[in-house]
């Protein structure tokens, strides 16, 4: 018996564990990889966050923004006001059809190049900023996970919640029966 727990004294005494110290020479200690992995995740969402943050805008920049909004639904309302226009009166939509079959060839292409731009910018610029909301998003993602967390621990139905672990007094009350009045009236009617 002396000799066996000499050994296990050796292996695991003193606060240490020889065996797992030996193993992570071979293998890393997993719990100590996915914490050094959240901790770099965590930088590096906090330094790409970083780098897509703007100053507030000025006066100019927010009436230039309204104005960049405007294309769109009026090309949107133009067409439908068209399809109105064409069932409405037929004869001046057909004098206005008439006026645009003069439009050169060559101004038709410029015309579908700056719609082109034009779109294609305001989908590069909503691009960037859906790319910053989702890396703020990221950013908060730990938080929200430990609050998860802690609210699931709050839970009244996960096990061992009513556990009066080692106060006796505690255990004791939690054997006592309450008060109940509807039950002492029921009880009273009945006998």
């Known amino acids: 018996m002396g000799l066996i727990s000499g050994v296990l004294g050796f292996l695991f005494g003193g606060g240490r ?11 890393e200690n997993a719990d ?8 770099a995740q965590t930088q590096a969402m906090t330094q790409f966050g970083a780098e897509f943050q703007r100053p507030p805008k000025g006066m100019f920049d927010r009436f230039m923004d309204g104005l960049n909004r405007l294309p769109r639904p ?15 009166d037929p004869i001046w939509f057909s004098a206005r ?18 719609v082109s731009f034009y779109f294609g910018a305001r989908h590069q610029a909503k691009s960037q ?26 839970r009244s139905d996960r096990p061992g919640v009513a556990d009066t672990g080692s106060d006796a007094r505690l255990a004791q009350e939690s ?14 009617e009945r006998g």
């Open 74 to 88: 009026a090309l949107a309302l133009g067409t439908l006001g068209l399809f109105a226009a064409a069932m409405i």
């Open 32 to 39: 100590a990889g996915a914490q050094r992995r959240m901790v």
């Open 129 to 154: 900023d859906l790319q910053r909301e989702i890396s703020a998003v990221m950013a908060r993602t730990p938080t929200v996970l430990a609050n998860l967390d802690a609210l699931g621990n709050m």
């Open 17 to 27: 564990n020889v065996v797992r110290e030996t193993a992570e020479v071979f293998r």
């Open 97 to 114: 059809m008439q006026g645009i079959a003069l439009v050169p060839e060559p101004l038709w292409w410029l015309l579908g190049v700056i």
């Open 175 to 188: 054997l006592l029966a309450d008060a109940n009045p509807a039950l002492e009236d029921w009880r009273r």
